[in-house]
Nanobody
Framework: QVQLVESAGGLVQPGGSLKLSCAAS????????MAWFRQSPGTEREFVAA????????NYAGAVKGRFTISRDRSSMTVHLQMNNLQTTDTAVYYC????????????????????WGQGTQVTVSS
């Protein structure tokens, strides 16, 4: 059974940093595109960042570009999200997502393109 397990989030002060990880297991070798989405209370889930496992191509939401970095460890099927200069607007539950599809960069931000999801981890940015 395929599983995506996110690392614990946490409470961070504005301007601080936090790194999330997502470990894939159980047939995860078929995952070719992995991504992070987030959802704040009362809002729809939104795209954050994605990476193609083979060549490392990435896509970022405008709100996080220049502050967040997505990376992958192909040997361990783990994807990371380094979040710097966090703002209160980054407060959300962050979800890891994966698919066997090799999405082109422009298609990576579509939630319906992913068929495996983690349980979510809370990130709170507050002073």
């Amino acid at each position: 059974q395929v599983q995506l397990v996110e690392s614990a989030g946490g409470l961070v002060q504005p301007g601080g940093s936090l790194k999330l990880s997502c470990a894939a297991s159980g047939g995860a070798s078929r995952f070719n595109t992995m991504a992070w989405f987030r959802q704040s209370p009362g809002t729809e889930r939104e795209f954050v960042a994605a990476i193609r496992r083979g060549d490392g191509a990435t896509n970022y939401a405008g709100a996080v570009k220049g502050r967040f970095t997505i990376s992958r460890d192909r040997s361990s099927m783990t994807v990371h999200l380094q979040m710097n200069n966090l703002q209160t607007t980054d407060t959300a539950v962050y979800y890891c997502a994966a698919t066997s599809r090799n999405w082109i960069v422009s298609a990576m931000q579509h939630e319906e393109g992913y068929d495996s999801w983690g349980q979510g981890t809370q990130v709170t940015v507050s002073s």
